[in-house]
């Protein structure tokens, strides 16, 4: 089992762990971005298990272990709301119900003009938020075609010999 007393080497110029190297929790949470906290709380979920613990009992992540990080992230980053983005669809919605009533208690054009054109702006930016995410998964979706359309070259390959990987390939796109 790997140990805190073994020194690893640095970090390739990509920023991605060695092979061979384990690391701790705060250098996971360095290179990945996130916090020592949200390992923690991945962990206590059941969406992560360490590869190991030191000799001091602390936990050790593989490459594996950072990949699974990375998935995690992007999901909650990319595909998921933050907590900061409810608290901020939730506070749109208080301030569309009082400018609604404010619109309503109104005869004054300016006042009416102004009034729409806070809720005009807090529509745009609900839907830049959600076409980010709509973009995001849409990326998503073609980096796992395109991990299914290798697969299945490869299977074709199997089937049908080397030529077929390729015929495989040129279908696929």
Do not use: C, W
């Amino acid at each position: 089992m790997p140990t805190a007393t073994n020194p690893a080497p640095a970090l390739s110029d990509d920023h991605h762990a060695e092979p061979d190297r384990f690391l701790r929790i705060q250098e996971v949470a360095d290179e990945i971005g996130l916090t020592t906290r949200a390992i923690r709380y991945y962990e206590e979920q059941g969406l992560l298990q360490p590869a190991g613990r030191s000799e001091g009992s602390y936990r050790l992540y593989d490459p594996d272990d950072l990949e699974r990080l990375r998935f995690i992230k992007g999901l909650r980053d990319d595909a998921g709301f933050s907590l900061a983005e409810i608290r901020l669809l939730l506070e749109d919605e208080a301030a569309r119900r009082a400018v609604r009533a404010r619109y309503r208690s109104t005869d004054d054009p300016a006042e009416r003009r102004r009034l729409l054109g806070e809720s005009l702006a807090r529509a745009e930016r609900q839907i830049e938020i959600l076409r980010h995410k709509a973009e995001r998964l849409a990326a998503m979706i073609d980096e796992a075609t395109e991990r299914r359309n290798h697969l299945e070259a490869h299977l074709a390959e199997l089937a049908g010999g080397p030529d077929a990987h390729r015929r495989a390939g040129e279908t696929a796109r």
